[in-house]
């Protein structure tokens, strides 16, 4: 057979053509599968991207936690009503009328011991922060403290401390949040006490621009039992 019969017999052509278009669908094949994990590739960058530009979790809230989304029908939240650092016990504004204030029913304050008072028991998320500015040239080495105290019949007991210690290396604004869980009974108080260790805090006030910057607050855990 001649080199002329060969190249016309049909199915040597139709064989010929099926082996050398095998190699051609393999590599459609292979370039979709590139494709699509370039694809995945590309996801998972734009993912970790965004992820890294999301703002942390904050430790110091930047508004009074009541003014958020908590049930106001069992808790209270109270605003300093002076900005100077000395030995005290703190009084509060306490009216609801009052942009950062929340008071329920279940809470009494009393304006002249500045206690507040717990009318229905229960286990407690109580907090406070303490923000303090400099006003002038603030050199001396000094601690200012915040102290909640819990009245339970004749006991005294001291339940949360925030302390802030301040020195010329300090920033200018300063502040600390703190919590804690606490059970109370109906008829117990909280009274909230300002200590400087008798010294005299000078050139240093509660920081009041946005009025809100210290607060002190509480609300019953809606699981916990009545005591």
């Not at 370039?31 to 970790?48: E, N, R, S, V």
């Not at 403290?145 to 010329?168: A, C, F, K, P, Y």
């Not at 109370?184 to 006030?205: A, P």
């Amino acid at each position: 057979m001649t080199a002329l019969e060969r190249s016309q017999d049909p199915e040597s052509l139709l064989q010929a053509g099926s082996r050398r278009a095998c190699p051609c669908r393999s590599l459609d094949w292979c370039l979709l599968l590139g494709l699509g994990a370039l694809g995945a590739a590309l996801l998972t960058l734009a993912l970790f991207s965004v992820w890294r530009v999301l703002p942390p979790p904050l430790e110091t809230p930047e508004r009074p936690l009541l003014s958020l989304s908590m049930g106001k029908e069992a808790g209270a939240q109270v605003l300093p009503t002076s900005d100077v650092i000395k030995d005290r016990v703190m009084g509060f504004y306490h009216a609801t009328g009052i942009d950062g204030v929340v008071f329920s029913s279940n809470f009494n304050y009393h304006d002249t011991s500045h206690k507040l008072e717990v009318k229905v028991g229960g286990l407690y998320f109580i907090y406070a922060q303490l923000a303090v500015k400099c006003i002038a040239k603030c050199s001396k080495k000094q601690t200012v403290e915040l102290i909640i105290n819990q009245v339970s019949g004749d006991t005294h007991s001291r339940v949360l401390t925030i302390s802030l210690h301040l020195s010329s290396k300090s920033e200018e604004t300063m502040s600390k949040f703190s919590a804690v869980l606490q059970p109370l009974k109906k008829g117990d108080s909280l009274y909230v006490v300002m200590d400087t260790n008798k010294t005299d805090i000078e050139n240093w006030q509660l920081d009041q621009t946005n009025k809100k910057d210290n607060f002190f607050g509480l609300f019953r855990l809606s699981s916990s039992a009545d005591q």
